[in-house]
């Protein structure tokens, strides 16, 4: 989490305007997504690998009925309807996954600009880094 | 109670929804002065970032801190999957299990999205449906134009199968605008607590180089007699 550093030895003198507050605000809330983000790419990405799976067990069992989960219950149903279903799932969790690891790419290189920003003006006063 | 906006920053709130907004300091030697307080006054010691700093932003960073830790739960219990067995019988419910969680709505859906595209075929859907805990029972689903849907309190209603759907679908975007404004007022509550910090670091920073400059001072003066 980002921390406010304490002033260096050289005891400076920087003045915090508004225009900085709000870059370290910035900072914090995407700091905060990030951390977000990355437990929901982990989740996406091991509903994704279940799905993998249970459209590999499909293919290797050779039931004519199989019972998927809709919901609550698990229903009979047809083991053509079934692997069509685990196929659309699969292709909207992908994509999902996709979004979300395009946004992380993306907060990352908003973090880095405001970082060399912050940095530039602040040098030693403030600690952006990770704890 | 609520602070003004700062100057020059057009567009901020003073509070939203309760929670007053942290007023930023442009330069802290100013609001030191207009505050009547010394370096040495009014202080505390904040045991947690190990600083002196004037006790009302103390006060204020605790407050904002309880209202996260309200919202953060408020916020999971609209996004965490809460699953009861299908025959439990729910006894006298509180407020938070009425208002319905999003997976659970997005389930319900699926449900009777699944029932509705069954419904030309004539055939019987057999499910298999949890009990109790690890024991699962069988039931066959006629062909059918309504569902029960479950409404809290002890009460279930029927409802045909687009009447179902068009309820569940309100009840989600409900759900999913409540998660919105409480997602937006972490933000905002997030911000303040930042601005609060910085401020506090600022007075402390402050706080130091005028601890400083008085011990340089005296040296200053002593050097310039001899």
């Known amino acids: 989490m980002m921390q406010q550093g304490k002033s260096s030895s050289s005891g400076s003198e920087m003045q915090v305007t508004w225009e900085d507050q709000q870059n370290i605000n910035t900072f914090s809330r995407l700091n905060n997504r990030f951390h977000e983000l990355e437990d929901d790419i982990k989740f ?40 069509t279903k685990i196929e659309e799932m699969k292709e ?34 403030i600690n952006l880094e990770e704890d | 109670m609520s602070s003004s906006s700062p100057s020059g920053s057009g ?47 103390l006060f204020r960073l605790q407050q904002y801190k309880v209202v996260e830790m309200k919202l953060l739960a408020q916020q999971r219990d609209l996004q965490v ?51 109790s805990e690890g024991i699962y029972s069988r039931a066959c689903i006629e062909d059918t134009d309504s569902v029960c849907l479950w409404l809290g309190a002890n009460v279930m209603l029927e409802y045909s199968c687009e009447e179902a759907t068009a309820l569940l679908k309100n009840n989600l975007e409900n759900a999913k605008a409540s998660l919105e404004v409480l997602v937006a007022d972490l933000q905002f509550l997030r911000d303040q607590v930042t601005v609060t910090q910085v401020t506090i670091a600022r007075i402390y920073n402050y706080d130091v180089q005028q601890r400083r400059v008085k011990q340089v001072a005296p040296t200053a003066i002593t050097a310039a007699d001899s």
């Open chain 1, 92 to 125: 909207a969790t992908c994509k999902s996954l996709e979004k979300l690891q395009q946004e992380k790419e993306s907060i990352v290189s908003q973090m880095a600009e405001l970082k060399k920003v912050l940095y530039a003006k602040f040098k030693d006063s």
């Open chain 2, 81 to 131: 999957y809460f699953s009861p067995p299908l025959c439990r019988l729910v006894p006298f419910c509180d407020e938070a299990s009425l208002v319905a969680k999003i997976p659970d709505i997005e389930k319900c859906l699926e449900v009777v999205g699944t029932l509705e595209a069954r419904k030309g075929t004539g055939e019987a859907l057999l499910a298999d449906f949890e009990v």
């Open chain 2, 11 to 57: 567009g901020d709130l003073s509070e939203r929804r309760g929670i007053p907004a942290a007023k930023f300091i442009q330069d802290v030697e100013t609001y030191l002065s207009q505050s009547s307080l010394d370096s040495n006054s009014a202080l505390a010691f904040h045991q947690e970032s190990e600083v002196f700093c004037p006790v009302i932003l």
């Open chain 1, 44 to 83: 996406a990405k091991e509903k994704c690998d279940n799905l993998e799976d249970a459209g590999n067990e499909l293919i290797l069992s050779d039931e004519e009925m199989v019972r998927f989960q809709i919901g609550e219950v698990f229903a009979h149903m047809p083991r053509e309807e079934v692997e």
